[in-house]
């Protein structure tokens, strides 16, 4: 089946103010990739996620959402669009007083005319999706940080994104806990068909779950590679590129 363009990056400049922190990126998100955003620590790699979730207004250029122009549109396609977004912040940002139902709960009672038992019945379903299942009465504070992940992601599944957007979902995790939430990814992806775009410098999650990428350069400002990570490494040219890949251990 041919690959369906979900997200088109054209021509993007970005930065704050007279800086540019990247400039000329042209990359295409395909619906049902697993895309990576990489780089090394200063390339703008949250700055990129912020343009593209609505954020960050471009200093240059288009970002596409099915053939849409986000940032040309009306604000009321803006915002339809951005309903259509799911993001697990790196800290997670559930609301502490909350029990994990209350938080995964939040976005449906704002945004949709579910009774409080359709409600109720949403929360566990996902809950249950990322292995928390009776885990809905617990708070924040009594849980693991990478349940704390999974309840975050939970509540960033609540209505039914077509595109996912993880920040640095490894931060904190062990390397048990972290190819857990890399199984994960991959199973809501495989059953879901969401697209997924994630801000990451993990090397195992990178190549255990992406299949399209953009490395942004921090030293010439712009992307100096695209496309599946593997391949990358596989068959780059580029010396920093490939330093990145290998951690430098290359002989």
């Given at each position: 089946m041919?690959?369906?363009?979900h997200?088109?990056?054209?021509?993007?400049d970005?930065?704050?103010?007279?800086?540019?922190v990247?400039?000329?990126?042209?990359f295409?998100?395909?619906?049902?990739?697993?895309f990576?955003?990489?780089?090394?620590?200063g390339?703008?790699k949250?700055?990129?996620?912020?343009v593209?979730?609505g954020?960050?207004?471009?200093?240059?250029g288009?970002?596409?959402?099915?053939?849409v122009?986000?940032?040309?549109?009306?604000p009321?396609?803006?915002e339809?669009?951005?309903t259509r977004?799911?993001?697990?912040?790196?800290s997670?940002?559930?609301w502490s007083?909350?029990?994990?139902a209350e938080n995964?709960?939040l976005?449906l009672?704002?945004y949709t005319k579910l009774s409080?038992?359709?409600?109720?019945?949403l929360?566990?379903l996902?809950l249950?999706?990322?292995g928390l299942a009776?885990f809905e009465?617990?708070?924040?504070?009594?849980i693991?940080g990478?349940?704390?992940?999974?309840?975050?992601?939970?509540?960033?599944?609540?209505?039914?994104p077509?595109?996912?957007?993880?920040d640095?979902p490894?931060?904190?995790l062990?390397?048990?806990?972290?190819?857990?939430l890399?199984?994960?990814?991959?199973e809501?992806?495989d059953?879901?068909g969401?697209t997924?775009?994630?801000v990451t410098?993990e090397?195992?999650?990178?190549?255990a779950?992406?299949?399209?990428?953009?490395?942004?350069?921090?030293?010439?400002?712009?992307?100096?590679?695209?496309?599946?990570?593997?391949?990358?490494?596989a068959?780059?040219?580029?010396?920093?590129?490939?330093?990145f890949?290998?951690?430098g251990?290359?002989?």
């Amino acid at each position: 089946m041919a690959a369906e363009p979900h997200i088109v990056v054209k021509d993007l400049d970005m930065g704050y103010g007279a800086f540019v922190v990247m400039r000329n990126l042209n990359f295409t998100v395909n619906r049902g990739d697993i895309f990576i955003i990489m780089g090394g620590s200063g390339c703008g790699k949250s700055t990129l996620m912020k343009v593209l979730i609505g954020l960050l207004v471009p200093l240059r250029g288009e970002v596409l959402y099915n053939g849409v122009s986000y940032w040309e549109t009306e604000p009321s396609e803006r915002e339809r669009i951005m309903t259509r977004f799911g993001i697990l912040y790196q800290s997670c940002a559930l609301w502490s007083s909350m029990t994990l139902a209350e938080n995964v709960a939040l976005p449906l009672q704002q945004y949709t005319k579910l009774s409080p038992s359709q409600t109720q019945e949403l929360v566990s379903l996902k809950l249950a999706l990322v292995g928390l299942a009776g885990f809905e009465d617990y708070y924040p504070s009594e849980i693991s940080g990478g349940m704390k992940k999974r309840a975050g992601l939970a509540r960033a599944m609540a209505l039914d994104p077509d595109i996912l957007f993880f920040d640095e979902p490894s931060a904190g995790l062990d390397p048990i806990s972290s190819r857990l939430l890399d199984d994960l990814i991959l199973e809501l992806r495989d059953s879901l068909g969401t697209t997924i775009v994630i801000v990451t410098h993990e090397l195992a999650s990178i190549f255990a779950v992406g299949n399209n990428s953009v490395y942004l350069d921090v030293n010439t400002r712009t992307m100096t590679a695209n496309g599946d990570p593997k391949k990358l490494l596989a068959e780059s040219k580029d010396p920093i590129v490939r330093k990145f890949l290998t951690r430098g251990k290359e002989t």
